[in-house]
């Protein structure tokens, strides 16, 4: 473990405690670069304590404040959270009221946190779908973190992958027809400059809470070899803690990228499907 990781914990993590014994484990040489988390289980947090699920989405702002923290003292370069998808607006709209309204203080909040870690903070999805006064906070936040040089926090708002897809998809064919270039010589290079994450890279690591097993229209593109940890934790609990197991549970696979890799004894080793 690097003393340069410990220090950014020091006077926080307390000594012995589980967070301490999982931190020294952790390879800083072999961090992820990218992590993008499904934040998942807010409903169900808040119904097992018979609240609403407004309560949910509230403690969960709380596990967003934990993460980006904690993924910030680490040296994640990159950390990118799903947080309303296309989706959700079939949600009542209380609910979605209730959201927005968290999402504005929230960056209202934070803003001088952001600006204090050397954060940038910056979104993805359809911004014009969203109400004038969240994209007023957006605006700010981005304008005031702009020339942060540190982690990169980037948050899906009214966002899916698959529309995502679509729209580059569009773009590109717009600029093909007025080049009068051949659609036949696409590539995937020109595909990935017309999406939202053009200037990020893949996800080294896709966490996924509350147990559930999919990938919910979640940069789908992005995420072609990206390593999956699934963990039951419902996104309410998730803390430090839960944030170093699955680095910790990342480190411990063997990215192949669909290749194969040789043994000690020259042998082949088949790659894992990906």
């Not at 926080?12 to 499904?38: K, M, Y």
């Amino acid at each position: 473990m690097s003393i340069n990781i410990l220090r950014e914990f020091e006077n926080i993590i307390e000594s012995g405690s589980q967070d301490e014994f999982l931190l020294r484990q952790i390879d800083p040489d072999r961090l992820p670069s990218h992590i993008a988390i499904i934040m998942d289980g807010n409903g169900r947090w808040a119904a097992r304590r018979n609240q609403p699920r407004v309560a949910g989405h509230r403690a969960g702002a709380e596990a967003v404040r934990a993460t980006v923290e904690s993924a910030a003292r680490l040296g994640i370069s990159y950390l990118t959270l799903y947080a309303f998808s296309t989706e959700n607006w079939k949600r009542p709209r209380l609910e979605v009221d209730a959201l927005m309204g968290l999402l504005r203080e929230f960056l209202r909040k934070e803003i001088r946190s952001l600006k204090r870690n050397n954060i940038r903070f910056q979104t993805i999805g359809r911004e014009r779908g969203l109400e004038s006064a969240v994209s007023r906070e957006i605006d700010r936040a981005r304008r005031e973190t702009g020339e942060n040089t540190g982690m990169v926090l980037t948050v899906a708002l009214n966002y899916s992958g698959r529309s995502e897809i679509v729209e580059a998809c569009r773009e590109l064919a717009i600029e093909y027809l007025a080049l009068g270039r051949d659609p036949s010589e696409m590539t995937e290079d020109d595909i990935e400059r017309h999406l939202y994450t053009r200037d990020l890279p893949d996800p080294d690591l896709l966490v996924r809470t509350s147990g559930e097993m999919r990938v919910s229209n979640f940069l789908l593109w992005q995420i072609a070899y990206s390593e999956i940890y699934v963990t039951d934790v419902l996104w309410p609990d998730f803390r430090r803690v839960t944030l170093f197991e699955a680095i910790l549970g990342y480190q411990k696979r063997e990215r192949r990228y669909g290749d194969v890799k040789p043994t000690a004894k020259g042998s082949l080793i088949a790659a894992n499907m990906k």
